[in-house]
T-cell receptor
Framework: AQSVAQPEDQVNVAEGNPLTVKCTYSVSGNPYLFWYVQYPNRGLQFLLK??????LVKGSYGFEAEFNKSQTSFHLKKPSALVSDSALYFC????????????FGIGTKLQVIP | SQTIHQWPATLVQPVGSPLSLECTVE??????LYWYRQAAGRGLQLLFYSVGIGQISSEVPQNLSASRPQDRQFILSSKKLLLSDSGFYLC?????????????FGPGTRLTVT
């Protein structure tokens, strides 16, 4: 069975500093990996995905993520945090053989401090 | 461009009452459709998914049901609500063609069962 772990319940970072939100996964075979962001009382917004190819993927709003197969990780990063980046971030994984089911992590709350 | 709608935005219902939440997608054909529930503002639980009209798969046995009467319409229902049905319900779609991987979420419906 596929699973996702987001080990940090909350991440605090000062505005202008780099940020990292961690994600590790477990899946049989090569994974499809995703990051989504959720603002309060809103639906999730797609940020970026890794399907195949370059391990560093770039997404919306200046975010990027690095796929590391040996460490089974897919950490979300941004070089310079903005206060408006404060939100709930979800990592998700899909087994290529599992046609429909995407497993989401429990979410990490990012707080950017002015 | 594609748009996903959900209504109502908020709903307060007494225990034992029926439920009907509606989701519609515009700007695409034959999408894969999903219902999720988010409890306590964190992790997402997949409830149902559909790959076509009348085709519904259930992930979690409970007192909820789903229907897809039209290509771009997905309905979540219950005959008798329980207190535990309270939560934030999210509808999502994904292009039904090969090579499309990410899901796009609606704005959500916040359901409070009293």
């Amino acid at each position: 069975a596929q699973s996702v772990a987001q080990p940090e319940d909350q991440v605090n970072v000062a505005e202008g500093n780099p940020l990292t939100v961690k994600c590790t996964y477990s899946v049989s075979g090569n994974p499809y990996l995703f990051w989504y962001v959720q603002y309060p009382n809103r639906g999730l917004q797609f940020l970026l995905k890794y399907i195949t190819g370059d391990n560093l993927v770039k997404g919306s709003y200046g975010f990027e993520a690095e796929f590391n197969k040996s460490q089974t990780s897919f950490h979300l990063k941004k070089p310079s945090a903005l206060v408006s980046d404060s939100a709930l971030y979800f990592c998700a994984v899909r087994d290529p053989g599992g046609y429909q089911k995407v497993t989401f992590g429990i979410g990490t709350k990012l707080q950017v401090i002015p | 461009s594609q748009t996903i709608h959900q209504w109502p935005a908020t709903l307060v219902q007494p225990v034992g009452s029926p439920l009907s939440l509606e989701c519609t997608v515009e700007g695409t054909s034959n999408p894969n459709l999903y219902w999720y529930r988010q409890a306590a503002g964190r992790g997402l639980q997949l409830l149902f998914y559909s790959v076509g009209i009348g085709q519904i798969s259930s992930e979690v046995p409970q007192n909820l049901s789903a229907s897809r009467p039209q290509d771009r319409q997905f309905i979540l229902s219950s005959k008798k609500l329980l207190l535990s049905d309270s939560g934030f319900y999210l509808c999502a779609w994904r292009a039904g063609l090969a090579g499309f991987y990410e899901q796009y979420f609606g704005p959500g419906t916040r359901l409070t069962v009293t």
